[in-house]
T-cell receptor
């Protein structure tokens, strides 16, 4: 089974801190994605990457950046965390053939205080 | 992506088939229908997808109407562990993105 592993299940950070959320997949998937999920707003795409060192903005990239130095790892960076970035963050991966489904990680619940 | 419409919630009895409807009347020819589910406190899980033919896998069956304006996800023998939010998504095959709506909250009762 494909596994997508997110480094932390729960995280509490202070306003203004730089925050790194890590995601690793073990099945050689080309595409990786970062979503956030908020009540009433559903899942919203922040960034995605279709190859190493490649990235594209999703629907809500403001306040975030990403890094993909290796195929298996996709990092989401909050340059200066703010309280409105308190959310559930979900990483996903998929094969390059885009009709296939995504595999999601279990999520990181980030609280910014 | 074509807009999809699902009922906000439904109940079903354990051991019975659960039939989850989805309306996608504006779907275009290159859009696949995908189903995911999200169990509480977990990430969404891929279930099944199809273009125009009915599909079946170990988790579920997907029935797409001939005009492709609607579909039904069938969980043949629902268990308590099938309690989740189920999302129906219409997505072009050449689009990276998945857009999740509100989904249907399915509660399986003993």
């Amino acid at each position: 089974d494909v596994k997508v592993t997110q480094s932390s299940r729960y995280l509490v950070k202070r306003t203004g801190e730089k925050v790194f959320l890590e995601c690793v997949q073990d099945m050689d998937h080309e595409n990786m994605f970062w979503y956030r999920q908020d009540p009433g707003l559903g899942l919203r795409l922040i960034y995605f990457s279709y190859d190493v060192k490649m990235k594209e903005k999703g629907d809500i990239p403001e306040g975030y950046s990403v890094s993909r130095e290796k195929k298996e790892r996709f990092s989401l960076i909050l340059e200066s965390a703010s309280t409105n970035q308190t959310s559930m963050y979900l990483c996903a991966s998929s094969l390059s053939d885009r009709i296939y489904g995504y595999t999601f990680g279990s999520g990181t619940r980030l609280t910014v205080v | 992506d074509a807009k999809t419409t699902q009922p906000p919630s439904m109940d079903c009895a354990e051991g019975r088939a659960a039939n989850l409807p989805c309306n996608h009347s504006t779907i275009s020819g290159n859009e696949y229908v995908y189903w995911y589910r999200q169990i509480h406190s977990q990430g969404p899980q891929y279930i099944i997808h199809g273009l125009k033919n009915n599909e079946t896998n170990e988790m579920a069956s997907l029935i797409i109407t001939e005009d492709r304006k609607s579909s039904t996800l069938i969980l043949p023998h629902a268990t308590l562990r099938d309690t989740a939010v189920y999302y129906c998504i219409a997505r072009p095959h050449n689009d990276y993105k998945l857009s999740f709506g509100a989904g249907t909250t399915v509660t399986v009762r003993a």
